[in-house]
């Protein structure tokens, strides 16, 4: 191989393992920096602001508003909820985690302030829903009976599960939420909101709260790996950019 390919090669092959391992460490922080930019670079207007907007948006926008339902979800606990997600896993002897309960409940609402309202569907909602998770962990002998099953259907095929997890994520109707969603007036004039791509991302947290809780619990790992991504992007770049110079003249 020609010197002249050499550094530039290098510089490729640094890069894109730099950028491969920034890009794994920003999943093992539970950071979300995708969601956290696209609701906190969205304009903020409340409900009955949007309502008046002429022309509307033409990129999503932030909706802050209260929840008003007729038929909301009561828990056995009487907690009143327009959105339930739970997902049960239990972690195999190989490390994996296996899903053994996944559960989506929603009801329509609208979405009001004093100015107006304007009716969504939580069925829409991205994942996941942007609130502060109840999280349960133990010996898979703690799940209920229902569990039962598919607890012994897994150690049938690949052995004793050690750990179980539980994580639930509920919005109540008591909470001001913000929704980032597309503004779209109908041929009747009536302005309404839909899912942009990916669905609608609902905050039941303040948007300062919410940056923090999509920035991850484990802030070193999340820097290091931020820093690993931008520097892999640079010198997989200039790799490039080199190695194209060097292969020019002999186009």
Known sequence: MPESLLMPLVLLLVGALLLASGTVGLRRSGARPGVARRLAGARQVAVGELLTLDPLPGRAVRVAGRIRCADPIVTPNDDRLVALHRDVEVQMPDGGWRTIERVRESRGFEL???AGALPMDPAEAAEPLIVIPHVW???????????????????????????????????????????LADARRAPDGEVAMVPPSGGYLISAMALDDAMRLLGGSRKGLLLASATAVGLGVVLALVGAVVLAVVLLPAV
């Open 112 to 114: 009001w302030d004093h």
């Open 137 to 179: 962990r133990g010996p898979p002998s703690e799940l209920g009976v229902e569990h039962r099953a598919a607890l012994a259907r897994l150690t049938v095929e690949g052995g004793d599960p050690p750990v179980a997890r539980s994580v639930t994520r509920m919005v109540s109707v008591v909470e001001r939420l913000l929704v």
